[in-house]
Structures are given as structure tokens and as C-alpha cells.
């Protein structure tokens, strides 16, 4: 295989490098696997499923819809069943690892016809999670194409939940989209943040980034993104901190808790600051002001703690879809990652 820089398509680390019509094509194939959902496309394939944290979704999803196309999943948890692993170049390994990405993705890809990979950020020193270093390791070893599970970004969710924005509000152009940050107990990853700013402005809408103040503001990386997709599509990009003017007319409302990139690994004094803004909170008062939003939320989600009951057990709310879709949206990737997807019934 071709080997372009390895966040680069035939990979999937980022949606920033894959065109909206690429995009697009995987969304309408993610529908059709939904109408016809057991389809032996990859019959006798292999996926590895390597994950360095937890999982609900995306485990259930990837292996079953794996099961659905025909294909095995086999599920890796280093340092819990599989070797812990080392990734830097000259590495000593003197330490806890047993085993260094160089071989161990070369020997999966030896195994498998996909790898997917989940390494969330280890929360002490930005300047090096945003690297991204374990799954672009994983990219420039391997064989075969890697897919991101969640490290800095999530992708296969923001397929998934462009998938359910389309459904619920049809064309996408032009519609207000409001991504607000919410309190959580714990400093979390920017990962869906990110991955919310970069597709909702990939789709061309009028997006707003509402967040406590701009301590809270994404790293440049995804901001510059998101403005550049916005100026491309027609859409838009901002930043504001003003409750009440964001959520006016909005048609799509996303919540999701994040750390804050000006205190990171300095949790101790990030957390009165968190504290503070527990009034972020998505309720049912915010969503008045909305043109009748959607509601949406990567989940897991805490409830009456980032949105009220209500607000996640209303009929505007597609957390349930976008959840759902996760299998749909996947199982249109792994058959377009192994040039297989034009045969989708
Ligand atoms: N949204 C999502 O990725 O869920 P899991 O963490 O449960 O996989």
C-alpha cells in the first residue's frame, strides 16, 4: 500500500484530510447499511480493536457491526491482557512496556486487514498529547489502513452525528449549530469538542463555540480548522461566552464537558474555575430560546449535570440516534477503507 503522511487517507485519524464529498458518500452508505444491515461484504476479514481506555459504543459497535459485514473483531486492552506498549523512536524501555508500537503494528497488520485504535490524552502536558503520537505511530507502522477511536479527535462520531443532524434537520447549510461546553466533576478530553467545531463547519453551518470564558477555547489546531472549513463551505465560526445569545434561534444544540487547555495537567486550579460554570447546564429554560433545536450528546453523559432530564428525554433530542448511527457510520467505513463499499446494497 501507498503510504502518504500518516494521518492521511487510506487512514482515518481526522476528517480534517477527507473531502465533505468523501465524507458525504460515507454518510448515504452508512444509510443504506441501515436499511440492509447484514451484509457480508468483508467475509473472512480481520479487524483489530485496540483499546488504551474504556468503551461502551464504540466497542459494542465495532464488533458487531465487524460480525455484521462478515468479518472478526479481536479486542486489545494493553497493560489489561495485551502487553503494555511503548511508542517513542530510541525508546529505552526500561520501564513498564513490553512490547513498542514498531512491532506491534506490524505484527497486527500481519493478522488483520484494519487496525482501529482508542487512546484518549494523558491530561499532564498538552504540548505532547497533541501530538497524537500513539495512533500516528500506529499509522506509520501498520500496513493496513488505522482508524482513530478516539485520541485528540473522534471522527467516527462526528460521522455519526452528521449523520443524525442530516436526518433530523435535512439540509444543513446555513443552520445555526451552537456546541456548548458543560460542567463535569473531572477535566475531560477536548477530543469531541474538536471533532464537533470541524464538522459542523465542514457542513456549512453557522457555528457557535459557547464556552465559560476563553480559557476554554480549543487549541488553535481546531479552531484554525474550524474557521478555514467554515470560509470553504459558506458556514461559519465564532467563539462566544454569552448564554442567552447563543442558544437564540438555534436549530442544533451539542453539549459536551471539557478540561481547560489553560490549566492542563494543573487540575488542582482549573477546578474552582470549573466549579464556577455549573450553570452551563443544557435545560429546558436555554432550549426555549432555540428555533426548536436538536439536542444532541456524544454520550456517556451524566445526567442533571451537563443536561436536565427533561432536555435528554425530550423529543428534540437525537442522543439515542447518534448513538445508533456510531454501528451505521463504521460499517460504511470499514468497507470503504478496504475498497469494498461500492458493492453496499
Ligand atoms: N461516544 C463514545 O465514543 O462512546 P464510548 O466512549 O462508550 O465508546
Redesign the pocket.
Known sequence: MTRTAPDSPPHFITTQNWSIENLTTLIDRARALRQNPVQHLLKNKTIALVFFNP?????ASFEIGAFQLGAHAVVLEPGKGAWEMAFGDGEVMDGAAEEHVREAARVLSEYCDLIAVRRFPMFEDWSLDRRDHVIRAFAAHATVPVINM?TIT?PC?ELSHAMALGDRLGELRGKKYVLTWTYHPKPLNTAVANSAVMIATKLGMDVTLLCPDERFALDERYMNAATKNAELSGGSFGMSHDIESAYDGAHAVYAKSWGSLAFYGDWEREKPVRDANKHFIVDEAKMARTSDAVFSH???ARRNVKATDAVFDSPRSMVIEEAANRLHVQKALMTTLLGVAGEIR
Not at 468503551?55 to 466497542?59: A, F
Open positions: 468503551s461502551l459504543r464504540t466497542r478516539e473522534h462520531q456524544c454520550l456517556p
